[in-house]
């Protein structure tokens, strides 16, 4: 149709300036290799960390669930959709992160964009001091929220005092920022961000969706890390990376949390998470309760991996993650490794290109997991050896 010529115009567009991006089909389980398109391939670019997605006692904890419970939880959470599934996690979770409470959404994006805009409505005397490199559905909570944003700039501490000073009367001040930033995997430095929150009277809230399972005691996230349990007010975190099931909560003081039963909106008006789900959730965190071993696998993969590659001269930017950016800066060239990968050394790792991040860092996001062998990451670190020599990008 002439109306929607538009949009065949626009794809070919994104196609000649190399941000089209091919979405690949998973034929198996998550695990440290899948069939993709009815290829096996080394798996590089998954959020499965510890390689839970595939756990047999999370398996059996799902099928025992739907055994128990059925397959949907059948309403919202306030009308008749809360088990006492949803109530153990919760507890679960409270614990785990050492706080007082949480609250169970139907995923973290769901989770951010309900406790964002409950917690500023429009009209309000506050403001939401946002990090310039936030999460999309941090940005989408904020919008929901229709309250005033201003942002402040990369990790830096001198321009968010900047803006706390600026913003000293509000009455609400709401600073926002993930704990682990997702596509160059550096830290925010919560130690000073606390400190500048208690000294303007602000409220802390932060993303902990790559902190989980990763950073902290047993993998109980960035605050864990950095020891700030009672300095942070709010911690957002998801299940669906180093849990490997499904779902987002956010966890914080008792009533807080109490208050977001009340007002968040993807909790009031959306169906509460499914059994099988909340299930495998709790399952996953028992295992992180009861041994850091996966852990620890993670972090000793994720050195392996990126000391060779930066052996090779690749640029890993600043990450202190598994998170694993390999910088090829151009989008050409990012789809050009990213098809290679695939098609001539059998390795799945997607190309990050704009708008996921700005124009001119291209990269290719490796990320390693518990599940994966030195055999597997040295297959990877040579084949980035190879492509690289290959293209001219190593000389």
């Known amino acids: 149709m002439a109306k929607l010529d538009w949009i065949r115009e626009e794809l070919q567009e994104l196609k000649e300036k190399g941000l089209y991006v091919t979405i690949r089909k998973l034929e198996s389980a998550q695990g440290p290799w899948v069939v993709v398109d009815g290829k096996r391939v080394l798996n590089m670019c998954s959020n499965n960390y510890l390689g839970l997605a595939a756990h047999p006692k999370i398996k059996e904890a799902a099928i025992r669930a739907i055994l128990d419970y059925g397959v949907g939880a059948g309403a919202v959470r306030t009308i008749a959709g809360t088990m006492e599934l949803h109530v153990e996690l919760e507890e679960k979770l409270a614990k785990f ?118 950073l902290g005691d047993s993998g109980r996230g960035i605050v864990d890390h950095f020891k700030l349990h009672d300095r942070v007010d709010f911690e957002m975190g998801t299940l669906s990376k180093a849990f490997g099931v499904i779902g987002g909560y956010v966890a914080g003081p008792e009533e807080a949390i109490e208050y977001l039963r009340q007002r968040a909106r993807p909790f009031l008006f959306s169906s509460a998470p499914n059994p099988p789900d909340v299930a495998a959730a709790i399952a996953a965190v028992e295992i992180l309760q009861k041994s850091d071993e996966l852990v620890r696998q993670l972090w000793d993969n994720t050195h392996f991996l990126q000391n060779g590659l930066r052996d090779l001269g690749y640029d890993l930017g600043n990450t202190k993650h598994p998170i694993t950016p390999v910088m090829l800066y151009d989008e050409k060239l990012a789809q050009e490794f990213s098809r290679r990968l695939y098609e001539e050394y059998n390795i799945f790792a997607q190309a990050i290109v704009y708008p996921t991040v700005p124009l001119g860092t291209a990269r290719i996001r490796l990320e390693p997991s518990a599940a994966h062998s030195k055999e597997d990451l040295q297959y990877v670190i040579d084949a980035f050896e190879d492509l690289g020599k290959k293209t001219g990008f190593l000389k």
């Open 97 to 214: 992160k050492k706080r007082e409470a949480a609250i169970l959404f139907q995923s973290g994006y769901n989770a951010n964009l309900g406790a964002i805009s409950a917690l500023l409505k429009k009209g309000e005397d506050g403001v939401f001091i946002s990090e310039e490199l936030n999460h999309a559905s941090i940005i989408d909570g904020m919008r929901l929220s229709g309250a005033p944003k201003v942002i402040y700039k990369h990790l830096d501490m001198e321009d968010l005092k900047k803006r706390l000073e600026e913003n000293k009367d509000k009455k609400k001040k709401i600073i926002v920022s993930d704990g682990v930033f997702s596509m160059d995997g550096d830290l925010a430095p919560l130690p000073e961000m606390a400190e500048l929150a208690e000294q303007y009277d602000a409220i802390l809230y932060i993303d902990d969706a790559h902190g989980e399972g990763v």
